[in-house]
């Protein structure tokens, strides 16, 4: 397992502070844009994410101090047993989970959680018309979940194959079945039939399938109606402003907090301010207007020094599970050689990006597993920048500038194509920003001209995801287990997945399912290296920088500690400390 490399920096503040916040039990997060949505299912981006932790909950979980998996609905963990099993016509080597709900799980109706309501989760993922094209990749190898007859607290996962990430799958996400789907709708339509090739293609024929997921993907089970078994509870979202959670009172765990270390809703109310420009945030947080806010870089190495700051706010530094990059959309005709690719690549100044804009608090990567991890290939050497090979690359691709007028063409099936290119970015970035006007004046010393353009973060996300650009700026938050490249690697994944770039041909895929079913961690870590070794060489991606978190916190808040897994921090394990500061007036 991962270990989290952890820092703090504070100063001697003490009791005698004078605080707007002091005795307030509420914890106000930073959010840079809305989320998509925040139905569990179909809800995918990071913001997303930090909202759904405190309102659903899941059979297994992962400790953010440890990262091993731990029993969270589910009474124990459980132990995979081999089985063999028909399935779709044919004998297949599998693993079986079992899991017992523990009694006292309830929603907040006062009804039990049950397995049925974890059959229905992957249900919901495996309906062909739901928006879960993320989500599916993951669940392929899930072919059933049987739910005990006498007990229906007691399941089993069954998995077509051994899959490396079977357990943390296994440990299936509960959502109340008589809320998402009172009609019954995906009642009779078994999680076997999703899953086989001849059931997936009756499914069309079933209205249910639609019916069910017109409704499910709507605004209102998106945004409106968030039913959750979690220790907090959906109250209001005002788009471009905020988002309310109160502690649920009606919360089934609430008699474990403080016994079972992963049980916790301390503050009685978790909002989430959307601001998106990080000057306007900061501002915001100066005047304790947010207790909890991510930094970036230039800001940090002010307020690590600014002590009337550090009066108020402790900054953690915990390891950030993530990678920045460019992506180049391979399927356009100014990008579909790798020549041009690599070229775009060599005329990067990451050093001067890397000192200049990130104060020199961030290190090159060079490929989508984070460096942190036994299997990241530590061989591949990263593009230098180098505007005289990045022009004597494009040269040999053909890429030159044959009408005079100073930018590079080419022709192109009969049409003469003028090496010019978009760069999307979400507004809001002032690294993103610099970057771009960096780039721009290196690619115009060899002859490429580069649009600027900067999108609002929905219609940033909505142009990538519908491959609408040239080129994009983004980053990957990784999760802690084993790195599945499905979702954003394998050509399946262009359409509906997160395959954006347009990467991959028939070998990586392959490569790609290989590594999904070894169990023998040697032989996995050579196709990581190898699949590496192939995406670092068709440069599909221009991978950027990995760093900390720097992560400010209100210290009215005992336990209050950065993590690495994603976002983090977990607000509900914040006590509010009593004797911390004096009120102040507004």
Not at 147 to 155: I, Q
Not at 555 to 566: E, I, L, P, S, T
């Amino acid at each position: 397992f991962l270990l989290a490399i952890l820092g703090t920096i504070t100063s001697c503040g003490g009791e005698s502070t004078g605080s707007k916040k002091a005795g307030v039990n509420e914890v106000v997060i930073r959010l840079r844009s809305d989320p998509d949505r925040l139905n569990y299912v179909t809800g995918t981006s990071a913001d997303a994410s930090q909202v759904k932790k405190y309102i659903f909950e899941a059979l297994i979980d992962t400790d953010q101090e440890t990262l091993e998996l731990f029993p969270l609905i589910a009474k124990s963990r459980s132990v995979a047993e081999e089985v063999s099993f028909m399935f779709d016509g044919e004998m297949v080597e599998g693993l079986k989970f079992e899991y017992e709900i523990r009694e006292e799980a309830k929603w907040n109706d006062g009804t039990p959680i049950t397995g049925h309501d974890a059959a229905f989760y992957v249900k919901a993922i495996k309906n062909p018309k739901v928006d879960a094209e993320n989500q599916r990749p993951y669940y392929e190898a899930v072919v059933d979940v049987k739910v005990d007859t006498e007990n229906p607290k007691k399941l089993s996962v069954w998995f077509k194959d051994k899959y490396f990430s079977s357990e943390e799958i296994s440990g299936l996400v509960v959502l109340q079945r008589s809320l998402y789907d009172p009609e019954g709708l995906m009642d009779d339509i078994t999680i076997n039939e999703m899953s086989t090739k001849a059931g997936i293609s009756k499914l069309g024929e079933n209205p249910n399938i639609n019916k069910f997921a017109t409704k499910f993907n709507s605004e209102e089970f998106s945004r409106d109606k968030i039913y959750g078994s979690g220790p907090y509870k959906f109250v209001s979202w005002v788009t471009g402003e905020r988002i309310i959670l109160e502690k649920n009172e009606n919360w089934w765990g609430k008699s474990l907090v403080g016994k079972e270390k992963n049980f916790s809703n301390y503050p009685d109310k978790i909002i989430f301010e959307i601001i998106v420009d990080n000057n306007t945030a900061l501002t915001a947080q100066k005047d304790e207007g947010l207790d909890i806010m991510k930094h970036t870089s230039r800001d940090y190495v002010k307020l690590k020094d600014d002590e009337k700051f550090l009066a108020k706010y402790k900054i953690e530094t915990p390891t950030a599970p993530q990678y920045s990059y460019i992506g180049l959309n391979t399927k356009k005709p100014q990008l579909a050689e790798k020549q041009v690719r690599k070229a775009l690549a060599m005329a990067l100044d990451y050093e001067t990006l890397k000192k200049v804009f990130l104060y020199g608090l961030a290190e090159r990567t060079v490929s989508p597993i984070h460096p942190v991890k036994n299997y990241y290939n530590k061989d591949i050497t990263p593009y230098p920048y180098d505007l005289q090979a990045a022009s004597a690359m494009l040269d040999e691709a053909g890429w030159v500038d044959s009408d005079g007028d100073g930018n590079r063409d080419k022709e192109v099936d009969g049409d003469l194509v003028q090496l010019d290119l978009e760069f999307k970015y979400p507004s809001g970035s002032d690294f993103a920003e610099n970057m771009a006007l960096v780039y721009k004046k290196s690619l115009s010393q060899i002859g490429i001209n580069l649009e600027v353009t900067a999108k609002e973060w929905t219609v940033f996300l909505e142009d990538t995801k519908s491959h609408n650009f040239d080129m994009v700026t983004m980053a990957w938050v990784m999760g802690s287990g084993l790195s599945d490249m499905k979702q954003i690697w394998h050509t399946e994944s262009y359409n509906g997945g997160s395959n954006y770039v347009g990467f991959g041909n028939a070998y990586t895929d392959e490569l790609i399912e290989n590594i999904r079913y070894e169990l023998d961690e040697e032989k996995r870590n050579k196709m990581y290296y190898e699949i590496q070794e192939i995406i670092y060489d068709e440069a599909p991606y221009i991978f950027l920088f990995t760093g900390k978190s720097k992560i400010a916190i209100h210290k009215r808040f005992d336990n209050a500690q950065g993590y690495m897994v994603r976002p983090g921090y977990d607000v509900s394990r914040f006590k509010l400390n009593q004797s911390w500061g004096t009120q102040s007036p507004e």
